[in-house]
């Protein structure tokens, strides 16, 4: 599966933004699909995952409450709304895709997108 992320930008602290990760490919297998993010000189750190049947969704206790992610498996796309945008949010994030949940955890991550970049000024 090919993953393809759209929609980070450049915001100031407190607004808000969208992102999308369209999957093509083998998309008739059940992907559990999610973000994370990696900000310079750090590591990889979770944001969010979804269940492909939408019936659970894990979040990074640093997002929760400002973070939404949801899906759309008619549309192969899963997406993260995310307010209130803190300085501390930006970073470059990735579409991440397994055929297993993956939760919280980047090495169980089977298919990953290119990142798209967030910048959140203060």
């Known amino acids: 599966v090919q993953l393809q992320a759209s929609g980070g930008g450049s915001v100031q602290a407190g607004g808000s933004l969208r992102l999308s990760c369209a999957a093509s490919g083998r998309t008739s297998r059940n992907y559990s699909m999610g973000w994370f993010r990696q900000a310079l000189g750090l590591e990889r750190q979770f944001v969010a995952s979804i269940s492909w049947s939408a019936g659970s969704t894990y979040y990074a206790d640093s997002v929760k409450g400002r973070f939404t992610i949801s899906r759309d498996n008619a549309k192969n796309t899963v997406y993260l709304q995310m307010n209130n945008l803190k300085p501390e949010d930006a970073a470059v994030y990735y579409c991440?895709?397994?055929?297993?949940?993956?939760?919280?955890?980047?090495?169980?991550?089977?298919?990953w997108g290119q990142g798209t970049l967030v910048t959140v000024s203060s």
């Open positions: 991440a895709a397994d055929e297993s949940n993956f939760y919280n955890n980047p090495q169980w991550v089977g298919h």
